[in-house]
């Protein structure tokens, strides 16, 4: 098993990765949440593949559990999903030394986190991420929250939780389409962080997408989980250094929100929005050519859809201005000053960098 | 002035209280909680009175300032008013670095202070609380929250205010049930913490509810925010000794609950609830017989509504199952082992005690 701690204090917390961990769920449990009742969040699709396996080693240890299922998909981080699991969990009556379980996604770590953080001001809460992308980003270090229609992300907590159980092997039930999509998250940290981690998974991009070697995979999620829990460490709430996590984000967050979120997937289009980042980047002269080149080519290989056709800049501007990284004092924009390193630029007016980008984007 | 100090590491800050503090309110935004941009949450009653002076003085002091005015009562600390606060926030642009100001009572304090808690996972907040019941409770401590039709305060954070500015005068506009609510939580800082305050009141009683003696009102205040200053010091979450705060809570928010909360007053409720805990106390000879009979007389003089005719226990019994406070384990009741010092008791069913007293009330 390989073991990554995230050191915050009294909200300190273990991110374990092992194959077939979700059936040893329990045992891990008793040491970082013990509980005598818990409550499932999932979606339908997971929940068909997991749900029982889960909630069968709980109720064995005798933990009385109920499983909650939510639509798949991003509309279920929404006001009204998050009001219905708040009541579902009084109706059942869960108590303040209950546990609520994310299994599933980022959509339902993020909701269900959010669930916990405000169930009677917080209950003790563990993710159990089943896809790539919330397994290397969105289970660990402690954001939580829900979409609204006016933006993402836009209302939740810091809350962490107590453990995260990371079971690679879910991955083998993933569809191709949320692998690059979460793959897009692993390249991140290689740009923002590692230079050397960039090139090896540059090097082995395809077996790790088609699962051919799964210890390299399961140290591809170990490595993204110790980046993260690094940054977070230095930074839990984003005052600073975590910033450096949205790489990528500021655009790739107005292309959903443009795309009314049903277009992209959010790894999808955070793969356009470091592309944006590091042409940017390129235009400052902050990286060579070379680096452009040699991430232009890897993102390149990415499986993922194109910018749509009737895609407008100023309707990703006004994205952009709603965006919460926007401070009274202008955007703080995550670029690179080289492949492993960042540089953060305050821009007054996105503008024209989104106008010409998208200029480029259409000749290519 | 007087300044009662809250310890709380990074999360500490200053509670001021002085006559007239509210036309200051920007000088000690400065220190503590400086912003170029302002949202004040309000409700129609005190934005009445006092909306236009705190607004202004932010204005003056350059701050974009924005008013929202909820409807009076404890029907605003409700998932609705919470969902529109929240888009009213992204609506007019609040960013990060804005401020969220509680100008109101207990219902404003709580559901402002878990907007500011959620709004972009966290944005800085200051409480302004002008009743009695906010000034010497509420106000003071992080918790926030609303309401859900199943029970009181069932959703919510642990959120610490950077300030809180108490204005003594705005007593002078309260109207009397308020103060006399107000005064139940006064009182309990007696009951569970300090005999001689509780003597204090004891003999000022109506000099306080009438304001008759303003330095001895501001004394007052400071004395509850430095008795749950000291309780939140040591036990933020309640984990242990801030249960103590919840002396007459228990049947409190069950007379509130069994009421439609339109009938009591929640200060009002908690006297009731507290005279409960004194005589379960009394029942359980862990308070003599002439403790029991001075907590009665003062609770006595207390110009609150008396219980409801229709009152049922089963109906009562239920609504206190419902209650956060109950764990796995069954509910931890506050009781008295004397004035000024508490006793928590693990009772399994509370059906009896509910009973009985309820007998004894109506044969007074």
Known sequence: MKIVGLELGERSYPILIQNNLLTKITIHLKGHAPT?????????????????????????????????????????????????????CIQTGLKRDGLIIALGGGVIGDLAGFVAATYLRGVNFVQVPTSLLAQVDSSVGGKVGINHPMGKNLIGNFYQPKLVLIDPMTLTTLDKREMWAGMGEVVKYGLIWDEAFFKQVEDSLHTLIHLKDMEAVADMLAFCCRAKADVVEKDEKEGGLRRILNFGHTVGHALEAATDYHYFKHGEAVVHGMHWAAWVSRQEQFISESEFNQIESLLKQFAIPVLPDNLVAENLISRIKIDKKQTGKGLHVVLLEAIGKTKILKVEDMTPWVKAWLIYMQKK
Chains 1, 2 share one sequence.
Request: hydrophobic residues 35%.
């Open 36 to 88: 005598e009742q818990a409550v499932i969040i999932s979606d339908q699709s997971v929940s068909q593949l997991y749900g029982e396996t889960v909630s069968s080693a709980l109720k064995n240890a005798g933990i009385q559990t109920d499983l909650f299922i939510v639509p798949d998909g991003e509309d279920s981080k929404s006001w009204k999903t998050m009001g219905n699991l708040l009541t579902r």
